[in-house]
C-alpha cells in the first residue's frame, strides 16, 4: 500500500514514525505500516455469497454461501485468536460479508478485542440501519468499491443501478457517523473516469480513496484486456498524484493510496525529483525503507471463508493451512513452512531484475502472486513493474538508493 498523500503531498515524515520508535503498540493507525515489529493485518473473506457479478473478483464469489464456510462458533474462535495474536486491523471482506447474517456480531468481538475492524462492501445491502449498528459497534472504516463512473461501474459489477446503490451508501455511511472511503480497481476501461472519481470525492466530501492495480487471478483474468500497459499505469499513478496534489493546493486534505504494486513508491520518487523536490523525494523514499514494501505472507495475510490461510488474498492457490485444523498464530508462525520463511527472506529467493533491483529494499520485490500466475514461478519478475532497467540501476547507471532516489 503506497500512501500517495503522505508520500508525495507529504503528511508525514520520517521523523513522525521514529518518535514512537516504530512500535506497533504506540504507533497511531496511520503510522502502522512503519512499525517494525509488524503483526499481519488479515483479510477475512467472511462468506462466498455476493449479491453482484464482478468482472475482476478474485475470490470467484458466488450468489450463495460455500457449504464449507465457517460455521458462527468456529468464526468468533477464529476472531478470538486474531485479537490474541495482536493482529492490528481485521478487513471484513467477501464475497459481500453482509450477506453473512453474524457479521455484525463477529465485528463487534474484533473491536472489543482489540483490533480494528474495517468493512470493503459494494454498499448495496448498506441501510440507515445496519450503518447506524456499525457505527456503534465501533467499526473504524468502511470502503465501499466504485470501479469507475456510472456507465462502467455497472458493467463491472454485472448490475445495472450498482453505481447509485454504491453513492447512496457513501451518504447513508456519513449520516451515520462512519468513515467511508472509495476502492477502485484501475483498468482501460475506467483511466478515463479517474478525473471524474476525484470530482466524486470532492463534491461527496469522501476523504479516501485506494486505487488498486488489477491483480489477474480468481477472475480475474476475465479481464485480460483489461490490464494496463506499463505507459498506462505511468499515465494513472501520475494522474492520481497530480490530483491529490491539486487537493492539497486548495486546502483539501484527502487520503490518496495505491495498493498491490510497490513500483508505485520509487515511482513517486524519481516524478517529485524530476519536479525539482529533491529533498521530498528522500524523506519519501526514507519512508519506503520503514515500510519494507511487499509483504505477502509478513505484513497481511487473508482467511478464506472456510478457514483456509493464504499468503495475501490473491494468492488463493497457496495454502498455508487451515484454522479449524490449529489456530491462526501457530499456521502463521509454522517454523516448518519452508514457503513463509522465504517470503520473510525474499531478497534470497528473487530472480531476475527483481533481484538485482536497485529498490528492492523498499518494493521487496512486487507482488508473489501475480508473478505465480503469470509465469509459474513464485520468485520470477513481477510483470506489473514498470521501471525500467535504467531507472532500477540496471545499466551501469549506478544504484538508485546510493544516490538517494
Known amino acids: 500500500m503506497i500512501g500517495i498523500s503522505k508520500l508525495y503531498c507529504g503528511t508525514v515524515e520520517p521523523s513522525d514514525v521514529l518518535r514512537y520508535g516504530r512500535k506497533s503498540a504506540a504507533l497511531p493507525s496511520h503510522l502502522l505500516q512503519f512499525s517494525e515489529d509488524k503483526k499481519p493485518v488479515v483479510v477475512w473473506n467472511v462468506t462466498r455469497a455476493c449479491n453482484l457479478s464482478c468482472l475482476h473478483c478474485y475470490a470467484s464469489a458466488t ?40 457479521v455484525f456480531s463477529l465485528i463487534e468481538s474484533a473491536v472489543r478485542g482489540g483490533s ?24 473504524s472504516y468502511v470502503g465501499i468499491s466504485l470501479d469507475g463512473l456510472e456507465e462502467c461501474h455497472d458493467a463491472m459489477r454485472g448490475v445495472p443501478g450498482a453505481f447509485r446503490g454504491a453513492v447512496a451508501a457513501v451518504e447513508t455511511a456519513q449520516k451515520a457517523g462512519l468513515k467511508v472511503g472509495l476502492r477502485l480497481t484501475l483498468t482501460r476501461s475506467n483511466l478515463a473516469d479517474i478525473d471524474g472519481i476525484f470530482d466524486l470525492m470532492e463534491k461527496r466530501a469522501i ?54 504494486n510497490q513500483a508505485d513508491g520509487p515511482y513517486i520518487c524519481m516524478k517529485m525529483k524530476a519536479e525539482g523536490r529533491a ?19 509478513h505484513g497481511i495475510g487473508c482467511v478464506s471463508w472456510n478457514g483456509d490461510v493464504h499468503p495475501d488474498q490473491f494468492w488463493r492457490s497457496v495454502t498455508l493451512g487451515n484454522v479449524r485444523e490449529k489456530p491462526f498464530p501457530a499456521v502463521w508462525n509454522d517454523p516448518s513452512n519452508a514457503l513463509l520463511a522465504k517470503l520473510r527472506d525474499k531478497k534470497a529467493n528473487l530472480k531476475g531484475r527483481c533481484r538485482d533491483c536497485g529498490y528492492l529494499a523498499v518494493c521487496g520485490g512486487g507482488l508473489r502472486a501475480r508473478a505465480a500466475h503469470a509465469t509459474g514461478d513464485f520468485w520470477a519478475p513481477d510483470p506489473a513493474c514498470y521501471l525500467t532497467d535504467a531507472e532500477i540501476g540496471l545499466q551501469g547507471q549506478g544504484a538508485p538508493l546510493a544516490a538517494g532516489v
Open 63 to 102: 450468489a450463495g454461501r460455500a457449504a464449507d464456510e465457517l460455521d458462527p462458533s468456529e468464526a468468533s474462535g477464529l476472531v478470538r485468536s486474531l485479537n490474541g495474536y495482536g493482529v492490528p486491523v481485521i478487513l471484513f471482506s467477501g464475497g459481500e460479508p453482509l450477506m453473512r447474517p453474524d
Open 116 to 139: 480494528r475492524a474495517v468493512l470493503s462492501t459494494n454498499g448495496l445491502l448498506l441501510t440507515p440501519e445496519s450503518a447506524s449498528r456499525l457505527a456503534g459497534i465501533g467499526l
Open 207 to 260: 476523504p479516501r480513496v485506494c486505487f488498486y492495480h488489477l491483480v489477474d487471478t480468481g477472475a480475474g483474468p476475465r479481464l485480460a484486456a483489461e490490464t494496463l500497459s506499463h505507459a498506462e499505469t505511468r499515465a494513472a499513478i501520475s494522474k492520481i498524484c497530480d490530483r491529490t496534489r491539486d487537493m492539497f493546493a486548495r486546502g483539501l486534505s484527502p487520503e490518496v493510496l495505491t495498493v498491490d
Open 279 to 297: 529533498e521530498d523525494a528522500a524523506k519519501a523514499l526514507e519512508l519506503l525503507k520503514l515500510n519494507g514494501g511487499s509483504s505477502s505472507g
